[in-house]
Nanobody, 123 residues
Framework: QVQLVESGGGSVQSGGSLRLTCTASGDVSRTNYMGWFRQAPGKDREGVAAIARDGTTNYADSVKGRFTISKDNAKNTLSLQLSSLKAGDTAMYYC?????????????????WGAGTQVSVSS
């Protein structure tokens, strides 16, 4: 099994920045693919950014140029730098992982999930 714990959420004003971190433990050999997903009230869960063990990244169009995903394989941590935040970025952000995925931004591809961290952006 894999355990994922997110941290770093909070409340910021529009245009501000936050950094989210996800720490993996347990059978980390199952974390070749990791990603950040978000879900706002009344909306479907959506992929934000994902990264493979070799460093290949994928981003949702809505966050390209504003968010940056990174991974420290030695420390088993995943990070997401959020910049130029907008009110529309308000959501619960989740970290997810799996051994292998086909569509990196599809949340249905991931078996392991953290409990989430809240990001709230006021305009």
């Amino acid at each position: 099994q894999v355990q994922l714990v997110e941290s770093g959420g909070g409340s910021v004003q529009s245009g501000g920045s936050l950094r989210l971190t996800c720490t993996a433990s347990g059978d980390v050999s199952r974390t070749n693919y990791m990603g950040w997903f978000r879900q706002a009230p009344g909306k479907d869960r959506e992929g934000v950014a994902a990264i493979a063990r070799d460093g290949t990244t994928n981003y949702a169009d809505s966050v390209k140029g504003r968010f940056t995903i990174s991974k420290d394989n030695a420390k088993n941590t995943l990070s997401l730098q959020l910049s130029s935040l907008k009110a529309g970025d308000t959501a619960m952000y989740y970290c997810a992982a799996d051994s292998r995925v086909i569509k990196a931004l599809r949340w249905q591809q991931y078996r392991y999930w953290g409990a989430g961290t809240q990001v709230s952006v006021s305009s």
